[in-house]
């Protein structure tokens, strides 16, 4: 089973600052790695893809890049309906399917 | 849009089976792979498993001997069947739309099971 490690598990951001996300495999998924943003009482939303591909409508400020073991989750200035819990899932080497822990990006 | 919804008892006793459903609207369950997911209380998610649109299912190996997926064309709905519930299976189990094997692209709100005599 290929383990996602992500850090930090928070991170603390003024709005209008970046935040960068890490994801890391504990062996090569290639570039198979999706992000996922989930707000309170919301069902997850997916962002990336493919380990850089923006979903349909996803705001500019959200890139994702890398690829085989170390990924990393951009938001560039970052607004008020940012603030949430960021995933980030491995789909190369499966069953099972395996995700992070979670990054918690909280205003500060 | 898709919407998921799940649906079944919040509350299961230790030991018995815990039954829910999904049902999918704005999108026909006979294309793509329909998921489910959990997330124990303070803890990461965990992918269960999933039937695709030709009827194959692909389960987590931690899971596989008491996981039945299911699916109900007719009812455009998927179906978890998760048998001799323990305390550790208390969680929120979230349907969701998987595409064709690959990233998962909806998911439900989730509901949570808790598993209490």
């Known amino acids: 089973e290929i383990v996602m490690t992500q850090s930090p598990a928070t991170l603390s951001v003024s709005p209008g600052e970046r935040a960068t996300v890490s994801c890391r495999a504990s062996q090569s998924v290639s570039s198979n790695l999706a992000w996922y943003q989930q707000k309170p009482g919301q069902a997850p939303r997916l962002l990336i893809h493919g380990a850089s591909t923006r979903a349909t409508g996803l705001p500019a400020r959200f890139s994702g890049s890398g690829s085989g073991t170390e990924f990393t989750l951009t938001i560039t200035s970052l607004q008020s309906e940012d603030f949430a819990v960021y995933y980030c899932l491995q789909y190369n080497n499966w069953p099972p399917y395996t995700f992070g822990q979670g990054t918690k990006v909280e205003i500060k | 849009q898709v919407q998921l919804q799940e649906s079944g008892p919040g509350l299961v006793k230790p030991s018995e089976t815990l039954s829910l459903n999904c049902t999918v609207s704005?999108?026909?369950?006979?294309?793509?792979?329909w998921t489910w997911i959990r997330q124990p209380p303070g803890k990461g998610l965990e992918w269960i498993g999933y039937?695709?649109?030709?009827?194959?299912?692909n389960y987590n190996p931690s899971l596989k001997s008491r996981v039945t997926i299911s699916v109900d064309r007719s009812k455009n709905q998927f179906s978890l069947k998760l048998t001799s519930m323990t305390a550790a299976d208390t969680a929120i189990y979230s349907c969701?739309?998987?595409?064709?094997?690959?990233?998962?692209?909806?998911w439900g709100l989730g509901t949570l099971v808790t598993v209490s005599s």
């Open positions: 704005g999108g026909s369950i006979s294309t793509y792979y």
């Open positions: 039937i695709s649109h030709t009827g194959s299912t």
């Open positions: 969701a739309r998987q595409s064709y094997g690959d990233y998962i692209d909806y």
